[in-house]
């Protein structure tokens, strides 16, 4: 085969290829919804960003942190969540270290409990210090032009890593969201 025609091969391969990726499978850019000084908080715990995009039919939801722990559970009992508001409910994203892995939940904040809505898919990638929760927007009832803003009031924190001890539970390091998302 000429070089020519391996070339005009290469790029019809090529072309198939992005044929096949299915149609919405790419996520949109990360709008960054939040960001906090790095080291202000203890390693591990040091909370410096909040973004989030829609991802299909999610919610992708992604938290930074600055000094990432290889094994999170160096902080027993921890939670890193995002408290938001969507059509007014109130709803918590949580990523919370269990024994071998870490585990993402949402929750419907209710008065003064929670009721847990499911499980979430996510990772945690403690190299780049990047933890993603992907929420179904069914889930809290977002659909095209639905606003998700912080449950906070613009100058509280609803971005926070805090610890149970007991009864009692202390925040490592917090964040607040300043910038709302719309769902597009």
């Known amino acids: 085969m000429t070089g020519k025609n391996l070339a005009r091969a290469l790029t019809a391969l090529a072309l198939a290829a992005t044929a096949l990726l299915p149609t919405g499978a790419h996520a949109a850019p990360m709008k960054v919804l939040g960001t906090d000084a790095a080291l202000d908080g203890p390693p591990g715990a040091d909370l410096v960003s909040l973004a989030a995009a829609k991802h299909g039919s999610d919610f992708h939801i992604q938290i930074g942190l600055a000094q990432a722990l290889p094994q999170q559970g160096s902080y027993p009992g921890a939670g890193i969540e995002w408290a938001f508001e969507v059509r007014g409910r109130t709803f918590l994203a949580e990523a919370h270290p269990e024994p071998g892995a870490m585990r993402y939940t949402l929750f419907e904040i209710q008065g003064d409990s929670l009721r847990q809505v499911e ?16 929420v179904p927007l069914a889930s809290i009832g977002a659909r095209k032009g639905t606003k998700i803003s912080g449950a906070g009031d ?4 609803d971005v926070d890593i805090h610890q149970h001890a007991g009864p009692a539970s202390r925040e490592l390091d ?9 769902v597009r």
């Open 119 to 134: 499980i979430l898919e996510g990772s945690f990638d403690t190299e780049s210090g990047l933890i993603d929760m992907y």
């Open 154 to 157: 613009g100058s509280t924190p």
């Open 174 to 182: 917090a964040l607040t969201t300043t910038k709302d998302f719309v």
